[in-house]
């Protein structure tokens, strides 16, 4: 049995066709590897989707300096740790307004 976990194998399969998606902002690729984790891990829809996004942010950060901190930020509030050592707040209804 393969060590691997579900995420594991979603940046591989993002890893792998990333190349294929070079336009965008990165939907086509998160829906293709859902669709990928469905067929191969038998998860449902909804739980190969959150797992396809987390690991298309992990993949499209990489070389990135910024990160959220994950022990202050809350359910209403993301703090940012910047690359120059200084931190940003925003709240969720910020988040909210800028995606919309």
Known sequence: MSSLTTHDHALAFICQHADEHLTGDGMQLI???????????EISAATAMDIAGQAY????SRGRR???????TTAHCVFINLPNGGRRCITAQRLAELIQ
């Open 31 to 41: 829906r293709r590897t859902a669709d990928h984790l469905t067929c191969t891990m």
């Open 57 to 60: 942010a992990e993949h499209a």
């Open 66 to 72: 910024e990160s959220i901190d994950m022990s202050r």
